[in-house]
């Protein structure tokens, strides 16, 4: 991801894109080729909010269950435990609404502990059964609501650690008590708004979401989720001397980093080769590794540390493939970031303040077919840039 990077405008883009050879029937509305299917987005939305659930369940949870007997309960802040691994999702589910970027998801289930998590209309209750039947293949379908139309994907919601299992089956209110590993235990519904593209004749309309638009989705959940990691877990925990978090977080059976719970996220993601990925970077990285990989991430990270309120994006070439690339801002949102940092002997800095941006979040979307760039005019063929 760090070679061959050319930056070009969306304009730049749509002007080469319309050189490449398109079917017939879709030659006159090139537009459509910088959108992002709805399903392909729902594809990455899931992925992530999957990635971090399963980080979540298995290297903490689970592990930290079996290493040293920190539970999960439902009345995590009482019993100064973890949240179970569905109040975490509903945390972060509630997170991503209340900054109103048109993404929402939720669990659900046949047999849901709280009735509020079962399927509220026939078409969710459809969704379930289908997943249950085929788990590997998630249910779709649009609907309009008002002037929306709102795309819908079910994907299928397995248990994926003991502490699932046990907890539904022991549960009072649990309508099934004999769940396994593995087992499909219910689903998560992905919903967010479409724009219609026309077509040649309303037979082939399609709908597609802007890269932009799938950036800011896929960035909303991963500072939800970094968010209620940071305060919910981390700092709760080591405010009250349960536990702490520490790079060595395996051999000293403890928490990871919140750094280290999105990079390892992000392996998960990157492992399922969907073509897009997200990085945590810096201008100062306490791991060099996670320093700016090309011009574009740099001029990022300075622009975001200037300007917070809004993301650096553009589109890139890397390789032979566009991308539309955005840096989001990430702020020191507790003091156990600020204090680690400025601790460290490897971190560049040592005077961080809350609030202050620390670095960025680069999400990276594919855009189109690979195509042959120095075929492309423009683009000098002796150029190494």
Known sequence: MCTGVRLLSLSCL????????????????????????PDKAAHYIHAVIKANRTIYSQYLVDRLNEAVGLNATENWEQDKTLPLPVQFLLMSAEQVRSQEVGLDYK????????????????????????????????????????????????????????????????????????FKVGDVMGGILVQ??????????????????????????????LEADRTIYTKHVVQRLETEKVSYASENWWENNCLLLPAQFLLNASDL????RLGFDYRLISLWPVNPHNGAANE????????????????YSGTTWVGRRPYFQAVYPDQAIASTCVSCHN?????????????????????????????DLLALPGLDKN???
């Open 383 to 385: 150029s190494d840039d």
């Open 269 to 272: 993601v990157q492992s399922l």
């Open 107 to 178: 669990l659900m289930s046949l047999w849901p502990i709280n009735e509020n998590n079962g399927p509220a209309t026939e078409i969710e209750r459809d969704g379930l059964l289908s997943v249950m039947g085929n788990p590997d293949e998630p249910f779709n379908w649009i609907v309009k609501e008002g002037k929306r139309v709102l795309f819908n994907a079910i994907y299928s919601d397995r248990a994926v650690a003991k502490r699932c299992v046990s907890c539904h089956n022991a549960h009072a209110k649990s309508p099934n008590k004999n």
């Open 343 to 371: 601790a460290h002997p490897r971190s560049p800095k040592h005077n961080f303040k809350l609030n202050e941006v620390m670095g960025g979040i680069v999400v990276s979307i594919p855009l189109g077919q690979e195509v």
């Open 192 to 221: 967010f708004p479409v724009a219609r593209v026309a077509g040649p004749d309303d037979a082939e309309a399609r709908y597609q979401v802007l890269p932009e638009v799938l950036a800011d989705y896929i960035h909303a959940i």
């Open 296 to 311: 574009f991430e740099r001029y990022g990270l300075e622009s975001v540390a200037e300007s917070p309120r809004k993301p």
């Open 14 to 37: 749509l002007a080469l894109l319309l050189i490449i050879p398109l079917p017939e029937s879709s030659a006159e509305f090139s537009e459509s080729s910088v959108g992002i299917s």
